[in-house]
């Protein structure tokens, strides 16, 4: 029977005309790589599950948000999802497309059908009854309550863009967008583009604009670690996965940087100044990943990308740097990144922090909270990461799942 027809056919209403449903199964919140990857492992252990989705398609964030030459950083068997690898035809990095159809492909294999254009407002636990209320709108404003013994938040680490406030942010005329809205550099072609911001995103970004006959400039405000993609033809996430079995992770960060200074030199000379704590010991203290050089560097070392410090203010037609230089932009991309949205509508619980959105809990705890509450895509290890929580969630839940199932039987 499918479980969303199963849903509507449970509906009452309260007093204020809002719909209640009463789901049997976990309510996933967000349909993307980690609210499909915990889908498809509860469905794997014959347990009922509903996903809501505030986008109208599955992957909102790849399919909406991303540009058109985006790659997944790291090889393909780094990034599946449980139960299913990528396609042996595909490239060793799938392209943007390449990975959406697996996601589609995925959710078809497993039968998993979100209910889309269901925005959650208010998710809160009722210690009276022991169950989740999540209450969602719809597109025409309607209102819905969703209950369930469990609530699996699966919104991501990227739910939101962040955009700086800056300075003469009004006064600037020129063309100012978010690398969410941001496609192709071919709508830039022969323009001046400052990009604010030096993770992988802004770095392809300026390559992209580089390729596509625009002039690109690079705000570099923080410290950053680049390393090549490959070493010696291999991932060099893969290796580093590899060396960390046998040596400890500051050893394997010695030779990460050795090697990287070998093939892309000092980067430091570049504006790009490395931190004092290695690539992987900063990833795994903060969570901030290294960019990964997909061609970028050499066009910094060729002089066709800028590399410029912070902003101090924007004017009419240019900015204005903090090291008092001035120069004109027809256009500025803020390579900011996202932020987790959970705060906003995860009322009353503790798992989550207030400040970014996070799990409080470090890594590899953060799964899990209190009253059938659970985190997946938290993790700050990507695809890797949203593997391991959603089988763990699944796994647990599958407990809770039999004893119940006993006690009815018994009963």
Sequence with gaps: MDFNKEVEGKRVHDHNSTKR?????????????????????????????????RANCIASLWQLKT?????????????????????????????????????????????????????????EFDKQSRVWRVKTEGPRNEEVEYVSRWLIVATGENAEAVVPKVDGMDEFVGHVIHTSCYKSGHEFSGKKVLVVGCGNSGMEICL????????????????VHVLPQQILGTSTFGLSMCLLKWFPVRLVDQFLLLVSHLLLGDTAQLGLKRPHIGPLELKNTSGKTPVLDVGTLAEIKAGNIKVCPGIKRLKRHGVEFVDGKVENFDAIIFATGYKSNVPSWLKGSKMFSDQDGFPTKPFPDGWKGENGLYAVGFSKRGLLGVSVDARRIAEDIQHAWATKSKQFIDS
């Design 67 to 123: 540009y058109d030459r985006l790659r997944l950083h790291l090889p393909k068997h780094f990034c599946e999802l449980p139960f299913m690898p990528f396609p042996a035809n595909f490239p060793t990095y799938p392209t943007k497309q390449d990975f959406i159809s697996y996601l589609e492909a995925y959710a078809k294999h497993f039968t998993l059908k979100p209910l889309f254009s269901k925005t959650v407002v208010a998710a």
């Design 21 to 53: 449903m009463w789901v049997p199964g976990p309510v996933i919140v967000g349909a993307g790589p980690s609210g499909l990857a915990v889908a498809a492992c509860l469905k794997e252990r014959g347990i009922p599950r509903l996903i809501l989705e």
């Design 208 to 223: 992209d604009l580089c390729n596509c006959n625009a002039h690109p400039s690079l705000v570099v405000r923080d410290l």
